[in-house]
């Protein structure tokens, strides 16, 4: 071979420019940080292939499911779900990999310990196109919290002295305590989600609108952090 034939077959080699270099560079720092950021999320985030099959899950999923960090990947999810929860995620599955959107529903995860299951709130989004099979991604949210902090506002208002009436920016009954059952005369679940104006004399309810401040983000409650008099209706006509 000569030295021509030599030169011909020599591999090319190349040396990366400077602004290669540095957007290989930040690339890499760009996924760095993305990691960081998926498995320090305090929510769980879980991929699953078409048969609900774990493909990746960061740390909080783990603890929320009770595994040992890399003990999902390659297991089914269902593994760690009651038996209720594993039928209603079958369905939630097959629906959003088959005709795409995102689902939320509520799951428990089976007990391992005195405290019973845990109930997680799972959102579920198709991988693709809808109807490939693709799986899904997953993100998951502990209830434990949530339903404790109701659980004891629940205990706050039956136990109040007080009547308490909790209502949303609209007007309509979300709560209504056991003193305000024996003041105004009505059972809770005959008023729950039914319309405030309902439980004032005629002579406020043109002045209704008003009694109705609201502050922040869509919420309301009566006259802000103030206080105004007003008479209540009870059941049988009376008011008070």
Not at 171 to 197: M, T
């Amino acid at each position: 071979m000569t030295l021509e034939d030599k030169r011909e077959h020599a591999p090319l080699v190349t040396t990366p420019s400077p602004e290669l270099l540095r957007l290989e560079g930040a690339l890499e720092a760009a996924r760095d940080r993305y990691r960081d950021l998926y498995e320090g999320a305090p929510v769980g985030f879980v991929t699953l292939d078409a048969e609900g099959r774990v493909t990746e899950a960061n740390r909080c999923a783990h603890a929320l499911l009770g595994a040992a960090d890399g003990a999902l990947e390659g297991r089914p999810i269902a593994a760690h779900l009651t038996r209720g929860s594993v039928a209603a995620l079958n369905r939630s599955l097959r629906q959003v990999t088959e005709r795409g959107g995102t689902v939320a529903i509520e799951l428990e995860v089976a007990p391992r310990d005195v405290l019973g299951p845990r109930p997680l709130r799972v959102d579920l989004t198709p991988l693709g196109s809808p109807g490939r099979g693709e799986g899904c991604r997953c993100v998951l949210v502990d209830l434990s919290e949530v339903r404790a902090a109701h659980a004891y506002n629940r205990t706050v208002l039956d136990t109040a002295l007080e009547g308490i009436v909790v209502c949303d920016e609209r007007g309509r009954i979300e709560s209504f305590n056991p003193v305000a059952e024996r003041l105004f005369g009505h059972r809770a679940s005959d008023v729950i989600r039914g319309d405030l104006r309902e439980l004032l004399p005629e002579r406020y309810r043109a002045d209704y609108d008003r009694l109705l401040v609201p502050y922040g983000h869509g919420s309301g409650s009566l006259t802000g952090s103030a206080r105004r008099e007003v008479a209540g209706l009870r059941a049988d006509g009376t008011t008070f």
